[in-house]
């Protein structure tokens, strides 16, 4: 999982772009939600403290949120520190020119009151009924029919409803250049296949110094 920071090409010293990637797949899981918790707050006030002419906008992009900004916390300090920041940006952020952008594939489980302040929502296919009615409730009673899709929505297939689109639509996602190493396995073949070698031992050395190590 990661956060994505966005923001313009004009700000970058390097003149190369303006998305940063911040990979937190090492992060011991206990202590998750208060690093990137901090990480979304130094963002945050560095962002209320530049002058209003010099401030550029920018945009936090934050995958797998549902690990760091859950719904249910149980008491937990580091989550309710997270919780209280990302709660602060999205409501606060929009003046100091902060955008939030949550990604999560349990909806069910990310924070109800940030899920509320997003304007827009771009729904893949969910089959899950609680995730379902989380994106039913945060629609207008108007639109709570489009709900209906989200179970048969093809691989690639969204709905995108909010201020960023006139009306609602079910629009397809064009496949990147650069596809993620994240495609399902095709168990089937795999399983077929009877001449590979055992690497438990070689994961475990990898686990152990948390690099993938390199074939002999």
């Not at 209003?52 to 900004?69: F, G, N, Q, T, W």
């Not at 100091?96 to 489980?109: A, K, M, T």
Request: charged share 25%.
């Amino acid at each position: 999982m990661a956060i994505a920071l966005i923001c313009g090409r004009d700000n970058q010293q390097d003149k190369k772009g303006g998305v940063k990637i911040i990979d937190f797949s090492e992060v011991p899981s206990d202590i998750l939600p208060l690093v990137v918790g901090r990480v979304a707050s130094l963002i945050f006030s560095i962002q209320q403290w530049t002058e209003k002419s010099d401030r550029h906008p920018v945009a936090l992009l934050c995958d797998e949120a549902h690990l760091y900004i859950p719904q249910n916390v149980n008491g937990s300090g580091a989550y309710d520190s997270s919780q209280r920041y990302f709660e602060r940006i999205a409501k606060e952020g929009r003046k100091y020119g902060v955008g939030l952008v949550v990604i999560s594939q349990r909806p069910s489980e990310v924070n109800k009151t940030i899920l509320s302040q997003c304007n827009n929502f771009i729904a893949l296919r969910l089959s899950n009924a609680d995730d379902q009615n989380v994106i039913k409730r945060l629609l207008p009673d108007n639109l709570g029919g489009f709900t209906e899709l989200l179970p048969v929505l093809d691989t690639g297939e969204a709905l995108v409803v909010g201020d960023a689109s006139l009306l609602p639509s079910r629009i397809r996602i064009a496949e990147p250049n650069n596809k993620p190493n994240s495609g399902t396995i095709d168990f089937w073949d795999e399983w077929k296949v009877c001449n590979k070698d055992n690497a438990v031992s070689r994961a475990v050395r990898s686990w152990r110094m948390q690099s993938l190590l390199e074939r002999n």
